[in-house]
Nanobody, 126 residues
């Protein structure tokens, strides 16, 4: 059964940058669309970015211009570069993947994905 493992989170200052990584295993990574979904304290999950198997990128309006998603299929890894971090970016960031079905699915719930990671905590505080 496939799984993904995230890393790269931490406690950072406003204005800092982070790069989150997600390594997949046990599934055909190159055929999957990959997404990042975050859950802030007391809030529902929010899909923030996705990259399809053709490496086309998709972003939530709330993060456009600050977030950048990329993938390296040779390493079974997807990245999320976050620049100019804000306190409202504080959340657990989950990596998720689903088999490509012809269109990017910007799902917020674990049930919409075939693989879902435990998440990495990002805390932005001065």
């Amino acid at each position: 059964e496939g799984y993904v493992v995230e890393s790269g989170g931490g406690l950072v200052l406003p204005g800092d940058s982070l790069r989150l990584s997600c390594v997949g295993s046990g599934f055909p990574f190159g055929r999957y669309d990959m997404s990042w979904v975050r859950r802030a304290p007391g809030m529902g999950p929010e899909w923030v970015a996705g990259i399809d198997r053709g490496a086309e990128e998709y972003y939530a309006n709330s993060v456009k211009g600050r977030f950048s998603i990329s993938r390296d299929n040779a390493k079974n890894t997807v990245y999320l570069q976050i620049n100019n971090l804000k306190p409202e970016d504080t959340a657990v960031y989950h990596c998720a993947g689903r088999m490509h079905i012809g269109t990017m699915v910007a799902g917020r719930d674990q049930s919409e994905y075939h693989v879902w990671g435990q998440g990495t905590q990002v805390t932005v505080s001065s």
